[in-house]
């Protein structure tokens, strides 16, 4: 076999029983890199120490991963103002947390009847939802007795407005 070492450092072709003792000798384990080669290739290295590197790296990169959730914010076309203002609130923290929303606005009885009545409250829903920043992802489109609309925050992060600096007050001399 082809014998590489931990360092790089190449010691050419040597039998298996040599590469034991050379593993030995250095306290490292003998791993097969290339099997189909001819001769195989092996490399001289603390498989245990390889293991947690690549078991840290997995860890690393699952940290920099973002996730977003899709939330649902559920409405009726009776909605009252209150109640409405405090699910738009609850939109704008989901939005700052970078969350996807589910807008659904559910009809039951004799609001089906009057559907344009629900479809404008929607509308308007949606224009105050994207006046705090949000993209529509899917327009607004009827199933059955629900109209579904999905947005998500935009692409481009919210600059903070610089607070003003305060004047500095002329010194005052004794």
Known sequence: MRLIG???EQFGVVSLSE???IGD???LDIIEVSPNAKPPVC???DYGKY???QQKQKSEAKKKQVKVDVKEIKFRPNIDVHDLDVKMKKAAQFLGQGDKIKLLMQ???RE???KHIGKEKFQSIIDRILEMGAVVE?????MGNRIIAMVGPSKKAPKKAAAPKPEKAEAVQK
Do not use: I, V
Not at 138 to 142: D, E, I, R, V
């Open 6 to 8: 931990d360092d790089g």
């Open 107 to 109: 009809f039951r009885g």
């Open 138 to 142: 899917s327009q607004q489109k009827m």
């Open 43 to 45: 490399k001289l290295m």
């Open 112 to 114: 089906m009847a009057h």
């Open 51 to 53: 293991k947690y590197r």
């Open 25 to 27: 000798d250095r306290g």
């Open 19 to 21: 590469a034991r003792r």
